[in-house]
T-cell receptor, first 110, second 114 residues
Framework: DAKTTQPPSMDCAEGRAANLPCNHSTISGNEYVYWYRQIHSQGPQYIIHGLKNNETNEMASLIITEDRKSSTLILPHATLRDTAVYYCTPFRTSYGKLTFGQGTILTVHP | DGGITQSPKYLFRKEGQNVTLSCEQNLNHDAMYWYRQDPGQGLRLIYYSQIVNDFQKGDIAEGYSVSREKKESFPLTVTSAQKNPTAFYLC?????????????FGNGTRLTVT
């Protein structure tokens, strides 16, 4: 299984962009990169996913490097409600199993 | 609205007792999962099921059991053999063999065993 590495914590000022990195250097060709976030004492919430192209939705943007060894989740205008733990995880479509690491605690300050 | 329901939200048990956590989904998803989360830790996979009457062990299955008799239900039993059962338990579901199917999570059951 591919392993991911994320910084344990990051800070961001409200209204500014939050850029959360993830290293997944052992990812294989058929593994998507998924991002989730978890607000305290709730279940994780899906944010976005991608294979090799950059992706954007109403919540965030995902930038994946050309070699697919790393990616960055971008919250373009962070709000206090974006304070959460953010998880980056590879997903094998043929395996059906998702595993999570320790994630990045993002704290958005006023 | 479609979603995943976990009940109860908080559960207290005495050591040595088995306890069953409920998970129901009305999303018509094929796959269901159970995760355990300890304070300051990421999620660890306990069991998963991709089809009715079939399930697979995850990374930390010892001391747990599951059943999948119906597509919409995937109960987890924490047995007395589980040495450290106090944790936050999360259930999730997804479509199988779909390239664009994220996991949908319930809001968890916090189990305390004393």
């Amino acid at each position: 299984d591919a392993k991911t590495t994320q910084p344990p914590s990051m800070d961001c000022a409200e209204g500014r962009a939050a850029n959360l990195p993830c290293n997944h250097s052992t990812i294989s060709g058929n593994e998507y990169v998924y991002w989730y976030r978890q607000i305290h004492s709730q279940g994780p919430q899906y944010i976005i996913h991608g294979l090799k192209n950059n992706e954007t939705n109403e919540m965030a943007s995902l930038i994946i490097t050309e070699d697919r060894k790393s990616s960055t989740l971008i919250l373009p205008h962070a709000t206090l409600r974006d304070t959460a733990v953010y998880y980056c995880t590879p997903f094998r479509t043929s395996y059906g199993k998702l595993t999570f690491g320790q994630g990045t605690i993002l704290t958005v300050h006023p | 609205d479609g979603g995943i329901t976990q009940s109860p939200k908080y559960l207290f048990r005495k050591e040595g007792q088995n306890v069953t956590l409920s998970c129901e989904q009305n999303l018509n998803h094929d796959a269901m999962y159970w995760y355990r989360q300890d304070p300051g830790q990421g999620l660890r996979l306990i069991y998963y099921s991709q089809i009715v009457n079939d399930f697979q062990k995850g990374d930390i299955a010892e001391g747990y059991s599951v059943s999948r008799e119906k597509k919409e239900s995937f109960p987890l039993t924490v047995t007395s053999a589980q040495k450290n059962p106090t944790a936050f338990y999360l259930c999730a579901s997804s479509l199988v063999n779909s390239l664009r199917s994220p996991l949908h999570f319930g809001n968890g059951t916090r189990l305390t065993v004393t």
